[in-house]
């Protein structure tokens, strides 16, 4: 069965321009979550969505935002980027009500310039 | 709030050897899950095992064991019989039980078998 399907794989962006991920779930998983991966801070959670609704987020500012459409297919924006947002973003699904792992995508390589 | 400590920034083993990666946690939690994720230079990151903190046995998955103590917080990974292949980074996470939950990670430990 396909995997978690994560586009684009890179990314170049500058510093104040807005940037859209997309992350396609496994089919029948309906809760996506978002970890930003960088060297210095290791791997963080940014939010999760269930359903179409935001269920939980991390501390991260406002700049950052997602959503979750009814295919279960999610995407997450950042505006205004800065140098520090440079990181891999990984999305990961789960069918929700499981303890079992979560499914990761390869991710998505941003570099802010 | 939790936590998960990995001590071991790189390790090396032969290959064909056993090696163990240790992890410890904390957590306030009464039920909780543990997770061990393999993630090559490729970058995804790869389900290994899970172990829940009611589950009797210590969970096993082909090559890979969970060493789970948990009077003394540790959830260390035991790879046997290691091949070129397992040369990877390697995080312990956690979640608490229940919806609306998060994976916390660890640091890593990065692995390197070598011939």
């Known amino acids: 069965k396909a995997g978690v399907t994560q586009t684009p794989r890179y990314l170049i962006k500058t510093r104040g321009q807005q940037v859209t991920l997309s992350c396609s779930p496994i089919?029948?998983?309906?809760?996506v979550s978002w970890y930003q991966q960088t060297p210095g801070q290791g791997l963080q959670f940014l939010f999760e969505?269930?359903?179409?609704?935001?269920?939980n987020k991390g501390n991260f500012p406002g700049r950052f935002s997602g959503r979750q459409f009814s295919n279960s297919r999610s995407e997450m924006n950042v505006s205004t980027l800065e140098l520090g947002d440079s990181a891999l973003y990984l999305c990961?699904?789960?069918?929700?009500?499981?303890?079992?792992?979560?499914?990761f995508g390869s991710g998505t390589r941003l570099t802010v310039v | 709030a939790q936590k998960i400590t990995q001590t071991q920034p790189g390790m090396f083993v032969q290959e064909k050897e056993a090696v163990t990666l240790d992890c410890t946690y904390d957590?306030?939690?009464?039920?909780?899950?543990l997770f061990w994720y393999k993630q090559p230079s490729s970058g995804e990151m790869i389900f290994l095992i899970y172990?829940?903190?009611?589950?009797?046995q210590n969970a096993t998955e082909g090559r890979y064991s969970l060493n789970f103590q948990k009077a003394r917080k540790s959830a260390n990974l035991v790879i046997s019989a290691s091949q070129l292949g397992d040369s990877a980074m390697y995080f312990c996470?956690?979640?608490?039980?229940?919806?609306?939950?998060?994976?916390?990670f660890g640091t890593g430990t990065r692995l390197q078998v070598t011939l």
């Open positions: 990961a699904s789960q069918k929700g009500g499981t303890e079992e792992g979560y499914t």
């Open positions: 089919s029948g998983h309906r809760s």
């Open positions: 969505y269930f359903s179409e609704t935001q269920r």
């Open positions: 957590t306030s939690d009464p039920s909780y899950g």
């Open positions: 172990q829940g903190s009611y589950d009797q």
């Open positions: 996470a956690m979640r608490p039980t229940g919806t609306a939950s998060k994976l916390t």
